[in-house]
């Protein structure tokens, strides 16, 4: 029940977030949704460093001067293979009219739950090769870390959650179906985190290859998505603040809880 409650509170954050459609109908602020996205991106690169990278190194610290090098491929790895799903899934960010990837009849909603669905699929990847970290009763991590990765994510998930919400409620979409569109965006992370976990019982000693895939992942949103859509136009520098409160709010939840 512990380990079905982490892969959970991610989607929980996401479900939160959209449910903010049933109480209004107006859109998300351009300075509001640049805080909200510097917020995700600060959590997002926190998590990497704590959650994923160092845990990674240490993992292979048998290595001796070589114990970068699982850390480095799976960064390399994880950032390519989040290139790919950009390049071929189609899906519109929130903040442009210019679909992105491959050629598709889909419609505007469509595309902008495939673009948010894009970003949760490296968080639950995430929450998943910790969990699987902390099963390996001598990885050296705990499930209070993975707790404390679920949560960081929940969190940032709420926004999220909103950002798509909002905009489908504006664009006349019923409440309903705006809530479940912004819901359903979140579906894949407890999915994509029990892939991650089923695959650790198969090729158990790339643990650290897995950890540092899921932070190349997320790595990969952070700078080609997050990080240009806070720096477009005005209020950027609001999008600064929030990614450093991010950051600092996933930093302190994973070493107290950790």
């Not at 977030?17 to 690169?45: E, P």
């Not at 190194?57 to 799976?74: F, H, I, K, Q, T």
């Not at 990885?139 to 994510?153: D, N, T, V």
């Not at 892939?195 to 290859?209: A, C, D, G, R």
């Amino acid at each position: 029940m512990e380990i079905l409650a982490i892969l959970t509170l991610p989607f929980l954050g996401t479900i939160l977030g959209a449910s903010s459609v049933l109480f209004t109908r107006h859109s998300v602020s351009a300075r509001l949704q640049k805080a909200l996205l510097g917020f995700a991106a600060g959590v997002m690169v926190a998590a990497s460093v704590w959650s994923l990278i160092m845990p990674a190194m240490e993992l292979s610290d048998d290595l001796g001067r070589m114990s970068w090098m699982p850390a480095a491929v799976g960064i390399i790895l994880g950032m390519l293979f989040l290139l790919a799903l950009d390049s071929l899934v189609p899906h519109l960010h929130p903040t442009s009219d210019t679909p992105e990837g491959r050629h598709s009849s889909l419609g505007k909603r469509q595309m902008l739950m495939m673009a948010v669905t894009l970003h949760n699929i490296p968080e639950g990847m995430a929450v998943g090769a910790v969990v699987a970290g902390a099963l390996n009763g001598d990885s050296g991590i705990s499930m209070a870390a993975a707790l404390a990765l679920a949560m960081g994510m929940a969190i940032q998930n709420v926004p999220e959650g909103a950002i798509i919400s909002l905009p489908l409620r504006a664009d006349g979409m019923t409440r309903k179906r705006s809530w479940l569109y912004g819901s359903l965006s979140g579906i894949v992370e407890p999915i994509s985190a029990g892939i991650m976990i089923l695959l650790f019982e198969h090729i158990s000693p790339m643990l650290p290859y897995l950890l540092a895939f899921s932070a190349g992942a997320m790595l990969y949103v952070v700078v080609e998505e997050l990080i240009p859509e806070t720096q477009q136009g005005k209020h950027s520098d609001t999008g600064t603040i929030t990614f450093a409160i991010g950051f600092v709010l996933m930093m302190i939840l994973d070493v107290a809880l950790g």
